[in-house]
């Protein structure tokens, strides 16, 4: 419990209503979208609606020595916004102003409690778009994709988040508000800050304002479905779409375990009797995207699928429903989902697929995969359930093994997830312990007193002990 | 003068044929390709092969507290390879090996010696492209331009160096060579240490192998010229291209103070009656390239310019030559050319290119501006004489203004050469005392000693006394 001269000061910056301490309501905290992690409630929520509100917390924990959890919509699939330690979460839903868009320079300055939809239903009108869309970009905030650089489906063609941040206010550990970068294409004003705080997980400072770089939108776009019989031939058509220098807006797929429950949950029409479907959409002007779908057509014919292309909307929004749906039906199969985030390079795709196979074969597991084919960022997901002890204990195993089998395949622990508090222990494996170090050494420098999301991602006050 | 035996040391470490003291041969590494800079040699070169010996290289600086410049080919602009506190330069230039090229992940690496022109001409029969293309590409060494972070004539459609590393091994000032990022397109494990160390300028790190994302060398280009009798003109079309939603892969400008120069020393042709060229390059399929091309044209047209479409390789090739002469041409007229780097975001460039104009009025100064007018990102260049004191001060209060304007314009200090030597005592302007702070905290953690290129961006070590 926070002392409650703590509490009072709390109010006196943010007014009583945005300071919660009743346990019922602190409890919706304690937890976030991740399954199979600890849960722990915060002591206090506050919602400040301001930069200046979010120094002057910041400084009153600093003074007191309180732990700070940032936290967007929670949506996270690390862990990351647990608040392990208790002391504070600092929601930032009421820091939700789209503080400007410029047509012009083809920028959007925004809070940090902005969702990424409402971000793009504003910019539509001008015709411009803000690529990254990670599958929860419906309710997710901007501040929380920033923190934890989400992906998405869009990533093959236009990459993440930290390639559309061009600028950032943040309030550092002491309270103290910094910015970096801004409006200009090219920066190179010193380190890159921008992309150090994008992705630092809440642990280095809090996100308060966000300068996002923004594109045209396409005008056209071409959707297909390829069904393979084996996993081979949809690895083989990946590859062989990129090597033909086609790069999609977004390649997917589904295995038969995927496909199967997202079947029995939902009647989209997948074919239940493949191994694999990839979901492939071209976009861009009408000339290319032509060009683009006849060359996918072709090497996937060749690599033994069967294309079918989307006649109009409906199809198509058929299509991406299907996949939508993929981790929300594995989800209802069985009472605990553990989603990975494994990745390898595009050419170990194959591989990678077959391996998950064989590990939820060894460790008797049903494993469904599903994710972003074109860039390599595979979800396999375990279907498990929490109580029983013994499978559990497979499954732990089978997670280790699939990491291994990525990083040994020169992949990486995380394509888009983040560390967070579900994989910080298996850091060392893709980083070594002088990479560890050097992560440890940046945190210590900015958080010294280590009370920014503690207990995440690095190892810093008393983990240490 | 360094210890008799701590060059026997190195001599074993490296053979001495690696290892150079004379003073003659010392000289040239007493300056790089940034003009008006004070001058310093270091009491040894280094050349080492491997990352092993940079390794070993470095744990001996550190052992005997020896500072350590790392340098490539010295082509920066920002003073940043001066060896201004003497002790150890540390050419790359011999581990200049081309390891991988990947065509199917479309991935190079590479150690820091290659020129970036080298590794292009090794992809392209692959039919791929590494686009980054500093007006030193080559000479300019890879380990160089990811360490200034460089950017180039294609940054407004590709980006620059920041966009296309995907891994790096960096040995930290202990002397332990860590590695960070991959092959995967997509990987948030942890801070994201490789833009850290890309633009770090030597200062946190030595890069010693570089894994960089190429991309498909676009099939079909068109170039153009557009002429312009004000700079209001030409301004209005860069914004209204882009407003169209035409991204380039180049729209360079030189003003008339450079195009005169140009066309004085090389006789290209240039309309020197004329206030502002623009070069303009659209690229792709051919389909979208000649789509692009019209549109461009329309908006020269209505903005009072006029267009000419190069018809053929060898004029495209004219145009690009009398572009590349812009900075040699004007440092032939006067003795010392002070080369400056201040970018706006691109609805600022008439603004900011008037205000030049009139900076140059007011001090009575020769400013020739030519740059990268898409991406904001502009090269106003002073023809002066180092020796004329009366008139350096003049320069320098002008380079003063030309920043506080590029600042106030909501730009930066550098868009694309970095801070070095040159402009650490401006970046307060930029990111405040506490942006400061944070850097110094950075360099503070990763090299306490102060070793790595001390003296370059952030104080550190002796200039805090």
Known sequence: ????????????????ENVVTAKEDLLCYSFDATAGMPEHAPDVLVTPHSTEQVSAVM??????RIPVYPRGAGTNLSGGTIPLRGGLVLSTLKMNKIIEIDPENLIAVVQPGVVIQHLNEAVAPYGLLYPPDPGSMATATMGGSVAECSGGLRGLKYGVTRDYVMGLEVVLASG???????????????????RLFTGSEGTLGIITEITVRLIPAPPARVTMS????DLTGAGRSI??????KVIPATMEIMDRVTMETVENHARVGLPIQAEAILLIEVDGIPEVVQKEASIVQEVVAKNGGEVRVAANDQERDRLWAARREALPALAQKRP?????????????????LLAIQEIGRRYNLIIGTFGHAGDGNLHPTILTDARDREEMERVHKAVDEIFKTAISLGGTLSGEHGIGLAKSRYLPWEIGTGGVNVLKKIKEAL?????LNPGKMVACGEDQK
Chains 1, 2 share one sequence.
């Open 1 to 16: 419990m926070l002392d409650a001269r703590v509490i009072r000061t709390l109010k006196s910056i943010l007014g009583s």
């Open 59 to 64: 400084k009153t924990a600093a003074r007191h």
């Open 176 to 194: 103290e508000a910094v910015r970096f970068g801004g409006k200009t294409v090219k920066n190179v004003t010193a380190y890159d800050m921008v």
């Open 226 to 229: 390829a069904i393979f019989k």
């Open 239 to 244: 590859e062989g779409i990129i090597k033909n």
């Open 336 to 352: 605990t989902t553990i989603l990975e985030d494994a990745t390898v390079p595009r050419s170990k795709i194959t591989e990678m």
């Open 447 to 451: 958080d010294p007193q280590c009370l």
